[in-house]
């Protein structure tokens, strides 16, 4: 690697970790449970004194530069952030083999920063590393650090990197007048004060207060969008501000009840349907993109297939061959067959469409089905295919060659067969007497009340504790002889 001065060592500068060792009139200081030592020594050394002293230096600091070749993985002993972020270039200490950022290396005992302008910070030094959610960095929200600044009288706390940074991440004030018709200002300090617009009280995240008004925002939340998407209703929503008169409406997502006090995103063409804004920023249920302004999808209106005459269609899927509404059947020429799109026997459902030039065959209910839809699992629209290869279902593992709902974004792996694409909220099934929903979040398992297996994100009964996993809610209800969940609570 390239080195720029570094057979010369900065000899005026001290490494971070011996400045700890040689302090001898550091104090001890408890922050939120946490033993930590003030640093009241500079980090500029004096050779002459250091040679008078018992505790004579030896760390000598080299300086680096091209971070862009570093690898990416290393990162700065004292503030435990990456090496590549902060100043073009970084020291290294040649006994202790820890690199540090210059900003960590060059910091004073006491500093005055823009992050906090009302008090000066004092450094701390944690000989122990240990990650404590309580202690944070107020600016990027790390717990674990070596070093840190510290207002005793606030509990303000920030890594000596980002206290130095030339442009602070949280401007003095905010003017957004779609958010707030007045102008904003931070708030330094952390604090218990709840977000107008998520319903939050986060004290890791900054605050902006309209004092006049009694408004509190996180800054994070001040530039949420107005109009989204959500994967659970098909209609876009658009933010709501605080309605003190609105009857209390139950939560879309989460089922919890909505605090009128605060904003929530409600459907935009009328519907009774409301979430939180916690629930809709959810990854799971978001891309957290503006819609505002822009057209709105038709999921649902999209034509499968073209009338021909009276009981006669033309299937985008079979489009040599026109298809006739038939009444329900069982087998043809003694075989019992499937229909091609959602693969399950023929006599599970009502009439058919059967071809009347080949065996091709669909259920009249599968022949109405979408071309475009949302599944309530998944943030982008999905398409309709079909006459492609097997292929394994997302939610439910199952094998299938009908046809799929397949994610329309370009490398989104999403696959469907058309059985769990049909899954909505609420979802009725046979096997239990209340309505079910999904009430978990993503990466959440839970053991389906059928046939016990693990399974992330089931449908759940509000009620009592029911889950259905996809697999169970797919099946269809009965045999030739006999209810599949009969035979199966029968066997158990």
């Known amino acids: 690697m390239d080195t720029l001065d570094s057979s010369t060592p900065f000899s005026h500068l001290i490494c971070p970790q011996e400045r700890y060792d040689i302090d ?51 990162i700065c002993f004292s503030c435990r952030k990456n090496l590549i972020v902060g100043n073009p270039y970084y020291f290294h200490c040649n006994y202790c083999s820890y690199n540090y950022h210059k900003e960590c290396v ?7 920063s823009l992050y906090h302008p009302k008090h000066f910070l004092q450094l701390l030094w944690l000989p122990e590393i240990i990650s404590i959610e309580k202690i944070q960095c107020h600016s990027c929200g790390d717990t674990q650090c070596h070093s840190l600044y510290y207002c005793s009288i606030c509990e303000f706390m920030i890594h000596p990197l980002c206290a ?18 007045h102008t904003l200002h931070y ?86 349907y409301a979430i939180h804004s916690k629930c809709a920023m959810r990854k799971d249920m978001c891309d957290r993109k503006e819609y505002e302004g822009e057209p709105e999808e038709a999921y649902e209106d999209t034509e499968m297939w073209e009338e021909v005459s009276v009981g006669i269609i033309r299937h985008f899927s079979h489009q040599d061959h026109q298809m006739r509404l038939d009444k329900m059947i069982e087998r043809v020429n003694g075989k019992t067959k499937h229909c091609q799109a959602c693969t399950l026997p023929l006599y599970v459902d009502g009439n058919v469409y059967q071809c009347m030039q080949c065996d091709f065959i ?17 943030i982008h629209p999905m398409v309709l295919k079909c006459g492609e290869r097997w292929f394994s279902c997302k939610k439910c593992c199952r094998i299938s060659c009908g046809f799929k709902y397949a994610c329309t974004i370009p490398g989104c792996d999403w696959v469907l067969d058309t059985l769990c694409a ?66 199966w609570t029968n066997s158990a």
Request: hydrophobic share 30%; glycine share 2%; charged share 25%.
């Open 24 to 74: 001898k009139n550091r104090k001890v200081i408890k922050v939120r449970g946490q033993t930590y030592h003030e640093i009241s020594s500079s980090y500029i050394g004096d050779d002459a004194e250091d040679k008078k002293s018992s505790h004579f230096r030896r760390h000598s600091l080299f300086r680096w530069n091209e971070k862009d070749k570093l690898d990416y993985h290393l």
């Open 106 to 112: 060059e910091s004073p005992s006491l500093l005055f």
């Open 164 to 181: 130095k940074a030339p442009k602070p991440k949280h401007p003095t004030t905010i003017y957004n007048r779609k958010r707030h018709i």
């Open 187 to 272: 708030f330094p300090r952390r604090s218990t004060l709840v977000c107008n617009v998520c319903g939050l009280e986060d004290n890791n995240n900054s605050l902006y207060v309209c004092l006049p008004c009694d408004f509190v925002v996180h800054q994070k939340c001040v530039y949420l969008p107005y109009v989204i998407k959500v994967s659970r209703h098909i209609h876009r929503l658009n933010f709501t501000r605080t309605l003190p008169y609105k009857e209390l409406t139950n939560c879309g997502v989460c089922h919890a009840k909505i605090n009128k006090n605060y904003g929530e995103y409600s459907c935009i063409k009328g519907c009774t």
């Open 362 to 378: 669909l259920h009249e209910s599968c022949a109405h089905i979408p071309r475009l839809k949302q599944f309530i699992l998944h």
């Open 422 to 487: 049909s899954v909505h909220e609420p979802f009725d099934h046979h096997s239990h007497s209340h309505p079910l929903f999904i009430t978990s979040k993503q990466n959440t398992f839970k053991a389906c009340s059928i046939c016990q297996s693990e399974t992330q994100q089931p449908l759940d009964c509000l009620q009592c504790n029911f889950s259905l996993c996809f697999h169970c809610a797919t099946l269809p209800h009965k045999t030739r002889k006999r209810s599949i969940f009969e035979a």
